[in-house]
């Protein structure tokens, strides 16, 4: 039998063994670079799938937001190469990063049929019913769009930004800090999105109450510190949308800094990013602009996701020369509790006079008015 003194010391180096244990497995965890699936819900009732890469305490205070691109008859998504190179990247390098399949792509074509075929969602009616067993399909798939149905993907573009401030209330990531990186027709509508956050204010008492007068916030754009388009094009679904207006109110006009990337071989994206460009800065120097420009990956006339192939040293820039002096630039705002779900959103001008109502209280993601954000900017 153990003696009381031989018991006790047995015990304390059980104790700290185990605590030993304990702190080495915590390391070991917080060392480990990991990512999970997601799913998230549009408006509309489309179940979007992602994969999530949290931030394991980097040194970054940001969040990634990669928008593939795709073809209504070919498909794509973000499974497609260079994208989870990229993810892991930027995850290494301190970032929270999320990448998500549009409605109809990859694993994202669940809907909740009684929502989606809803009358109020009219844009639907651009996607061919499918009937098994009697009912309405409760799955969905790209090749029965009509092509003109694209631009609604934008609202999918809402559905991660709201499931990202989800998380953000969570205190597992901040997105008072947003970086979005999109390709090709992806890249256009994220365009899209954030010329729409940049007319968007949230009503910042506490409990919305019919009749009060809104005490409006800063535009939900000064949220996002910057945007890379990768071969940004101006036609969406075979549809020229007003490009070039959009990357003015958010790139001139809120001063959000774009990098336009392009193959040095690729003529067609080269002219659309340096005419982009050109559009924002001018011919003048402007400080507020310098983090702004064109960014030619050479000896290729790949474009799209395809430049985020390993050997052309995209992914290193991204990370190590744009988005690093970007952050110090503009500095790391503090997190701040989103609340999406009982806030309420306006469309506003430019000036801060409202428009109408963006989303009402009590929603769980908002959506994106197509007509209003055709328009120009008032």
Request: glycine share 10%; proline share 5%.
């Amino acid at each position: 039998m153990l003696s009381l003194p031989r018991m006790q010391s047995l015990l304390f180096a059980v104790t700290v063994f185990a605590i030993l244990l304990h702190t080495g497995s915590s390391q070991g965890q917080g060392a480990k670079l990991g990512n999970k699936g997601v799913t998230f819900k549009t408006f509309d009732g489309v179940e979007l799938a992602g994969t999530l890469y949290p931030n394991n305490g980097g040194k970054r205070d940001a969040v990634v937001l990669l928008i593939p691109n795709f073809d209504l008859r070919k498909g794509g998504g973000i499974q497609q190469d260079g994208w989870s190179d990229l993810a892991k990247g930027l995850q290494a390098d301190g970032y929270t990063v999320l990448g998500f399949d549009f409605r109809g792509f990859g694993d994202s074509k669940t809907i909740d049929p009684l929502v989606f075929w809803n009358l109020t969602n009219k844009h639907n009616n651009y996607v061919k019913k499918r009937v098994v067993a009697g009912k309405l399909s409760d799955k969905i798939d790209h090749k029965d769009f009509q092509a003109h149905y694209a631009q609604y993907f934008v609202n999918d573009i809402a559905a991660a930004k709201a499931f990202l401030d989800r998380e953000n209330d969570r205190k597992t990531c901040n997105t008072s800090n947003l970086i979005v990186v999109g390709a090709g027709q992806g890249a256009t509508l994220g365009a899209m999105w954030v010329a729409n956050e940049c007319r968007r204010r949230k009503d910042k008492n506490p409990i919305p109450v019919p009749g009060a007068v809104p005490m409006l916030g800063d535009p939900e754009s000064k949220n996002i510190a910057a945007t890379v388009w990768l071969s940004i094009t101006p036609n969406v679904g075979g549809r020229v949308m007003p490009l070039q207006r959009w990357i003015l109110e958010a790139g001139k006009t809120n001063k959000i800094p774009m990098a336009f990337v392009h193959g040095k071989n690729d003529a067609t994206s080269g002219n659309i990013a340096v005419s982009l460009n050109k559009a924002i800065k001018g011919t003048a120097k402007n400080k507020d602009y310098e983090l702004t420009g064109v960014k030619e990956v050479p000896d290729t006339k790949l474009s799209g996701h395809q430049l985020l192939n390993r050997g052309l040293g995209l992914q290193a820039w991204m990370t190590k020369t744009y988005l690093g002096p970007v952050m110090e630039k503009r500095g790391v705002k503090e997190w701040a509790e989103r609340k999406v779900e009982p806030s309420r959103f306006y469309y506003t001008t430019n000036s801060g006079t409202i428009v109408k109502v963006n989303k009402p209280a009590g929603t769980e993601v908002p959506s994106v008015d197509i007509n209003f954000i055709m328009l120009p900017a008032k």
